[in-house]
Nanobody, 123 residues
Framework: QVQLVESGGGLVQAGGSLRLSCAAS????????MGWFRQAPGKEREFVAA????????SYADSVKGRFTISRDNAKNTAYLQMNSLKPEDTAVYYC????????????????WGQGTQVTVTS
């Protein structure tokens, strides 16, 4: 059973930075791709970024491109989301998820999810 644990969320002022981590266990992660998603109150879950575990290719939502960077450490089975120049509209619960196959922006296609970590950006 794959388990994902996010950490690194918190409260930050606009313009600040946070780094989220997603530690994975219980699987062979060279065969999984990982995505970060977020969900704000009253809104649908949305794609943020994704990374191919084996190749390292990445994809970003337009709203975070140039501000967020996804990366992974295969040896630690951990993925990261570096978030810079944060805006109040980035406030949400952030989730990491994994799936077998190519990077995809549809959250419905991901198989395993973490519990989420809250990010709050104040103006």
């Amino acid at each position: 059973q794959v388990q994902l644990v996010e950490s690194g969320g918190g409260l930050v002022q606009a313009g600040g930075s946070l780094r989220l981590s997603c530690a994975a266990s219980g699987g062979t992660f060279s065969s999984y791709d990982m995505g970060w998603f977020r969900q704000a109150p009253g809104k649908e879950r949305e794609f943020v970024a994704a990374i191919s575990w084996s190749v390292g290719s990445t994809s970003y939502a337009d709203s975070v491109k140039g501000r967020f960077t996804i990366s992974r450490d295969n040896a630690k089975n951990t993925a990261y989301l570096q978030m810079n120049s944060l805006k109040p509209e980035d406030t949400a619960v952030y989730y990491c998820a994994v799936r077998r196959g190519a990077i995809n922006r549809l959250w419905q296609l991901y198989d395993y999810w973490g519990q989420g970590t809250q990010v709050t950006v104040t103006s």
